[in-house]
């Protein structure tokens, strides 16, 4: 199964990696996966000169989690359904 792609905006199925496209960032893009409890996952930022970054799932059980992609102008969530 190949990565999945996620441009910030809907829900996305993952089986093992999470596959981030970040465009048109307003300087350092921050990036945070939670899970339902609100436990955070995963975080990270990104500089203007990266487009993409991956998440591994794979050492985390199936179900939803939450992803927020916060820059200087905008904030965007999302859900995450690992198979």
Known sequence: MPPSSLSAKNAVEVK????????N???TASIKL???SGKLIRSTSVNLNEKEISFSLADQPQGIYL???NDAKT???SKIIKK
């Open 34 to 36: 939670f899970d339902l």
């Open 67 to 69: 992803l927020n992609v």
């Open 25 to 27: 960032a307003s300087g």
């Open 16 to 23: 093992d990696l999470l596959k981030i496209n970040i465009n």
């Open 75 to 77: 904030s965007i969530s």
